[in-house]
């Protein structure tokens, strides 16, 4: 009888210590169970998948769960008219040529729960008719409470229940390298979520809006993503996807995206007064360079050089002569014509606000009340694309 307790004692401990070897080099074995497919009766191994289960280290399913309730896909309708010709020959051969309907898509994003649609400009210009497809795939017809075009940002409106709200974020804490989701209806194949990080920030320069401060960001995003949503790992809006840098159309993992800082003053702007407000002083501003400086006697290093003050405008009437350089406005040091301009932009018309100059080796401080800025004539040519 002893015999028989000691071997079973053995075997006992020879499998526990099995056990703990496959427990620590291949913990997967144990997960993994045996079926039997009912139509071929080949057995399978299937890892069981409890109920519930949290999401694994490193996944954005949260992040993206929570945001891509508020994010719909946006399709436009809108008629253009053919080219026709006063040719007899051409009207005989291709008859008179009518207009045909062009269709659109974009994404956009609800921020409030009375149904306002934070979307861009150039998804929704001249649309004749607009439908919003929300995550529950219900379908609801948009209309435009506004556009600001110097943004390329439009504000739209659905009348519908139980509409899901993308909490806004703070745009002014991030940083290169913070991780980010860009979330849209690229090429229409339905609501996507790419992953990525800051690549930099205030980008400008590009000639893509008349006020540019983009983020930029290695997140996929391509045509159909206009209007969509760039978030952070929480799942809090970031910012509204415009622009990509493409040489095929698709993504080059270079993409902008506009601050929600920027979109919430729009959003103010449009919603309060029905048009967005920005100050305005009549300059011809330029950034310094040998040549200009030269030109001008200008003994400054930094700052925005003025080379044209228009007549009667309010920094005419404040003494800002061409050749004088702003280095302040407000406090606020300027160091190029994209600072100069969107810290002008932000002055309430009206309201007198400090200016300090440089002229030829004098520092000199004037007083100038900003008028409001004009309406655009036209839209600046567009080097990098949309992602329409």
């Known amino acids: 009888m002893r015999r028989y307790w000691l071997v079973f004692s053995q075997a006992v401990t020879i499998l526990l210590a099995v056990y703990f070897v496959v427990m620590t080099m291949k913990p997967e074995w144990l997960n993994q169970r045996t079926v039997t497919t009912g139509s071929t009766g080949v057995p399978l191994q299937e890892a069981p998948t409890p109920p519930g289960s949290p999401a694994p280290p490193g996944s954005f399913r949260s992040a993206a769960q929570k945001a891509s309730q508020a994010v719909v896909s946006i399709n436009t309708s809108k008629a253009a008219e053919r080219p026709s010709s006063s040719d007899p020959w051409f009207r005989f051969f291709f008859g008179e040529q009518g207009s045909i309907p062009q269709s659109g898509l974009g994404s956009g994003v609800i921020i409030s729960p009375e149904g306002f649609i934070l979307t861009n400009n150039h998804v929704v210009e001249g649309a004749a008719e607009i439908e919003v497809v929300l995550n529950d795939s219900r379908k609801v017809r948009a209309r435009v409470i506004g556009t600001d075009p110097e943004t390329d940002l439009a504000i739209l409106k659905v009348n519908a229940e139980r509409l899901p709200v993308m909490t806004l974020g703070n745009s002014d804490a991030l940083q290169v390298g913070d991780q980010v989701l860009a979330i849209g209806n690229p090429f229409g194949v339905g609501l996507t979520v790419t992953s990525g990080i800051v690549s930099a920030l205030g980008r400008n320069q590009l000639g893509i809006n008349t006020f540019e401060n983009f983020i930029q960001t290695d997140a996929a995003i391509?045509?159909?993503?206009?209007?969509?949503?760039?978030?952070?790992?929480?799942?809090?809006?970031?910012?509204?996807?415009?622009?990509?840098?493409?040489?095929?159309?698709?993504?080059?993992?270079?993409?902008?995206?506009?601050?929600?800082?920027?979109?919430?003053?729009?959003?103010?702007?449009?919603?309060?007064?029905?048009?967005?407000?920005?100050?305005?002083?009549?300059?011809?501003?330029?950034?310094?360079?040998?040549?200009?400086m030269e030109t001008f006697g200008v003994k400054a290093r930094k700052g925005v050089l003025i080379t044209g003050v228009l007549q009667n405008g309010p920094a005419a009437q404040a003494g800002v002569r061409p050749g004088d350089v702003v280095m302040q406005v407000g406090g606020k040091e300027v160091a190029n014509v994209s600072e100069l301009l969107s810290t002008v932009a932000a002055l309430k018309p009206g309201s007198a606000t400090p200016f300090k100059l440089q002229r030829r080796e004098d520092s000199v401080d004037v007083t100038v009340t900003p008028g409001r800025r004009p309406k655009p004539k036209a839209q600046p040519q567009q080097p990098l694309p949309p992602v329409r």
């Open 222 to 292: 391509n045509p159909g993503n206009s209007g969509g949503a760039l978030v952070d790992v929480n799942g809090n809006l970031m910012g509204i996807n415009t622009a990509i840098y493409s040489r095929s159309g698709g993504s080059m993992g270079i993409g902008f995206a506009i601050p929600v800082s920027t979109a919430k003053l729009v959003l103010e702007g449009i919603v309060k007064d029905g048009v967005v407000t920005r100050g305005w002083i009549g300059v011809e501003p330029a950034d310094l360079s040998p040549e200009l």
